[in-house]
């Protein structure tokens, strides 16, 4: 083994040693391993990423500052930035750090909140600034990063598995599976994408044993949909196709299909019958039956309360708190909801920080994910094709179905892999 490989599997191992750390031990101890986290952050080495992406995916306390700590790298390293040419949306993003340094004061010594809860407010923030960090290393990320990257998005989700006095849930699981379902679909197009067989070997192990098991949920499988269609209207030369889903017009897209979804749920009965929880997929009917549950009587209802809130309270700038929401069921129930989410990502950066703010995160949000594109233009490898597919693909369906790629716990992850991806297709033209 390689002097390298001993460094990323030395850190992921004690990554692993520290989970337990992460998840039941209390703020201290968190504390105390910080020191460690943050020298493997700021020595912006690849060897270390794996390590971090354990580190972050329980998304507390420790995540939040190494997401703090993304922002000082990027400032250090502006000029990286410029060459680039993403300085522009760093700017974007960093002229709204004092409005959220003042919140995350006012947490601490006006409303006595404490560190950790006050800097949670700012998570959906704060997670943009992994994307700049994965640009920052993306020039070193070789094979070796690669496989152990990839070891990690398959095989960390069987925690959800393990006897535990709390609920995990492993959001790398999110990832993982329309990645495996990608690479086998893949195999469909052995002429343009050639891929090693170990990595399909993987793909299948992981839905037989993992994802299956776990459950074949609906916006994973969206994902790899999108990133099917993705790549096959890349290979097929559907350039117009394209580019409607991997440039910033996706924006527009998402955009008819919620204000087409939340329109249907306002037009329709309450009283529809709702998907039943274990109710198995064995036909087309069933399968039409559950889309719809997902798509209207589950989703655009959360989504109907959270834009009635937002319209009819005039929400128009932050106030530093996470304001509460109501929904009807379809059965007619009522529910307010604080810590549930809109799951939808433009909806969720508005009630977190106002219409006006919410919105144009958003469009930052947008326009980072759709960088990828560059990708496409300038890289030959199947790997990269494939999994940038993957992580587009994801970056639209979370942004309409969940709020997830901007949660800390997997915001550090699947933004820190758009910069790597983008840095090295953005490398064939520098």
């Not at 949306?89 to 006012?106: C, D, G, K, R, T």
């Not at 490898?381 to 942004?399: K, Q």
């Amino acid at each position: 083994m390689s002097q390298q490989k001993k460094i990323i599997y030395l850190n992921i191992v004690i990554a692993l040693l520290c989970l337990p750390i992460h998840y039941y031990m209390g703020e201290a101890l968190k504390i105390a391993i910080l020191p460690y986290v943050l020298f493997m952050l700021f020595s912006k080495n690849p060897n270390y990423f794996p390590a971090l992406i354990i580190h972050t995916i329980p998304g507390n306390t420790v995540c939040l500052v190494i997401l703090f700590g993304c922002i000082w790298l990027a400032l250090i390293n502006f000029n990286i930035l410029k060459k680039y040419r993403v300085a522009s949306i760093f700017s974007a993003l960093i002229i709204l750090l004092p409005v959220n340094l003042f919140f995350l004061y006012e947490g601490i010594f006006l409303k006595n909140m404490g560190f950790s809860l006050s800097l949670n407010y700012l998570g959906f923030y704060l997670s943009f600034f992994a994307f700049f960090y994965g640009i920052l290393i993306s020039a070193k990320i070789n094979k070796n990063h690669w496989r152990a990257i990839i070891l990690i998005v398959f095989l960390l989700p069987i925690i959800m598995y393990f006897p535990s006095p709390q609920k995990i849930v492993i959001r790398l699981f999110w990832l993982a599976l329309p990645l495996a379902i990608t690479i086998l679909a893949s195999g469909f197009f052995q002429s343009k994408l050639k891929l090693e067989v170990s990595l399909k070997i993987w793909s299948i192990l992981f839905i037989i044993f993992i994802g299956i098991p776990y459950g074949l949920k609906f916006t994973p499988i969206f994902s790899a949909v999108l990133a099917i269609t993705i790549l096959l209207f890349y290979l097929k030369g559907y350039k117009l196709l394209f580019n409607g889903l991997t440039t910033p017009k996706v924006g527009v897209i998402i955009g008819i299909l919620i204000v087409l979804l939340i329109n249907n749920i306002m037009d329709s009965s309450l009283h529809q019958a709702s998907y039943q929880v274990g109710q198995e997929i064995v036909d087309f009917d069933s399968f039409m039956s559950y889309l719809k549950f997902k798509t209207i009587d589950d989703r655009a209802v959360i989504w109907k309360g959270g834009w009635d809130f937002i319209n009819n309270s005039s929400f128009y700038w932050p106030t530093g708190d996470v304001l509460s929401y109501s929904f009807y069921t379809v059965d007619g129930r009522e529910i307010e909801d604080v810590e549930f989410g809109v799951h939808n990502l433009a909806l969720e950066l508005m009630r977190n920080y106002g219409m006006v703010i919410g919105f144009y995160l958003f469009s930052l949000y947008i326009i980072i994910i759709t960088k990828l594109n560059v990708v496409f233009k300038y890289c030959t490898s199947s790997f990269l094709l494939v999994f940038s597919a993957t992580l587009l693909g994801l970056g639209i369906s979370e942004s309409i179905v969940g709020q997830a790629s901007l949660m800390p716990m997997f915001s550090f992850t699947f933004l820190g892999l758009i910069g790597i991806c983008f840095g090295i297709g953005k490398l064939k033209t520098i």
